[in-house]
């Protein structure tokens, strides 16, 4: 069966997909993903599509669904590498990527996980020392 390589950088999951996607291949990935996700404590998810052409609405909803896992499972989602033609198909198609963070290439999505991250553990320690939300006094 055909499998889109996860490589792991740090704390980071690097996803390049170089192949057509057709449902069953977008499927497997949505499924490898959130299983690497859950075994390495992954807190962020890059997925270059900079070697698609065409994306049509399911794999689109596969993306989103993917952000959506990666978050409940403490990883943010970036996409990098969009081409034209399918950021105008998606709009045409309606399709919202709810919840994905795009860029224009590899190295600003990385500094976007790397922002999130650092944002999301000064929040933590912001927030150590307090019970339920709540300071102590």
């Known amino acids: 069966m055909e499998r889109i390589p996860i490589l792991q950088m740090g704390e980071f999951l690097l996803v390049t997909i170089q192949v ?9 990935l949505q499924e490898d993903l959130t299983n690497r996700i ?3 404590n ?8 900079s070697a698609l052409e065409i994306v049509d609405s399911f794999i689109g909803r596969i ?5 959506k896992m990666s978050r409940v499972l403490d990883a943010q989602t970036v996409v990098v590498g969009m081409q034209p033609a399918v950021a105008i ?5 309606g399709l919202s990527l709810t919840g994905i963070h ?8 990385m500094g976007l996980l790397r922002t999130s991250l650092s944002r999301d553990a000064s929040h933590v320690s ?5 019970i339920n939300g709540y300071a102590e006094v």
């Open 89 to 93: 198909t998606l709009v045409e198609l």
């Open 102 to 109: 795009t860029a224009l290439n590899v190295e600003k999505g």
């Open 126 to 130: 912001a927030t150590e020392g307090s």
């Open 42 to 49: 992954a807190h962020g998810v890059l997925i270059d599509i």
């Open 20 to 28: 057509d996607m057709h449902d069953r291949l977008a499927m497997t």
């Open 38 to 40: 859950a075994a390495t």
């Open 63 to 67: 993306l989103g669904n993917i952000a």
